[in-house]
């Protein structure tokens, strides 16, 4: 997500400055991203500078409040109106199995167990949590949290993927090796054999 959007978005439901703005981001996402106040300052430094928020006189206590200028609530539209890309590019986890399977020696059915347990820990986790939360009471985390949610269930399935081609499209010889390796291997904490 664009930070420079969440800003101006937060700033066309009314006027705001720095630390506030970072305070309700962060409310209205449950925290699952954390801003840096400087990011927030230096954002709307940039918004400014484009035209898309007029830098307003201090408060009583000091801070400068910020407003979107009809430039930047026009942005806004724009973006709520437009679909967000699919992600493209770095994936860490996709690069990291690319690269798994072409290195010698890399247990690559080893890592894909580890991986496995750490999503399902994950989505456990953030299960327990949407337990907990009431979308009738805070429908913007609600969100956020489901989101998570499929993002691990997605990350699991891909896994499950990478496992089944692995056992597919290995060279036999280096699966033999990998498999007689797994066998005897400990079992990964929360995986089933």
Same mark, same amino acid.
């Given at each position: 997500m664009s930070v420079k959007m969440g800003v101006l978005a937060l700033l066309v439901g009314g006027p705001g400055y720095g630390y506030q703005l970072r305070g309700e981001f962060e409310h209205r996402t449950?925290? #699952?991203w954390p801003l840096n106040i400087g990011q927030v300052y230096t954002t709307l430094d940039r918004l400014e500078r484009d035209? /898309?928020? *007029? +830098?307003? @006189? *201090? @408060? @009583?206590?000091g801070h400068v409040v910020y407003t979107a200028t009809d430039a930047g609530r026009e942005a806004v539209a724009r973006w709520f109106s437009e679909p967000v890309p699919a992600k493209r590019g770095r994936d860490e986890l996709a690069i990291k199995f690319a690269l798994a399977v072409t290195v010698p020696g890399v247990d690559v !059915? =080893?890592?894909v167990q580890v991986q496995r347990g750490s999503a399902m820990r994950a989505l456990q986790d953030l299960t327990r949590?949407? +337990?907990?939360? @009431?979308p009738a009471d805070d429908l913007a985390? #609600? /969100?956020?949290?489901e989101s998570m949610v499929f993002q691990a269930e997605a990350e699991v399935r891909w896994l499950d993927h990478v496992e089944a081609s692995v056992t =597919?499209?290995? !060279?036999? *010889?280096a699966r033999t090796v990998l498999d *007689?390796? +797994?066998a005897t291997a400990a079992p990964v904490e929360g995986t089933v054999r």
């Open positions: 449950g925290g #699952s035209g /898309l928020v *007029a +830098r307003g @006189d *201090a @408060d @009583d206590d !059915p =080893r890592l949590l949407k +337990r907990t939360t @009431d985390w #609600s /969100l956020v949290l =597919r499209y290995m !060279p036999p *010889a *007689a390796e +797994r």
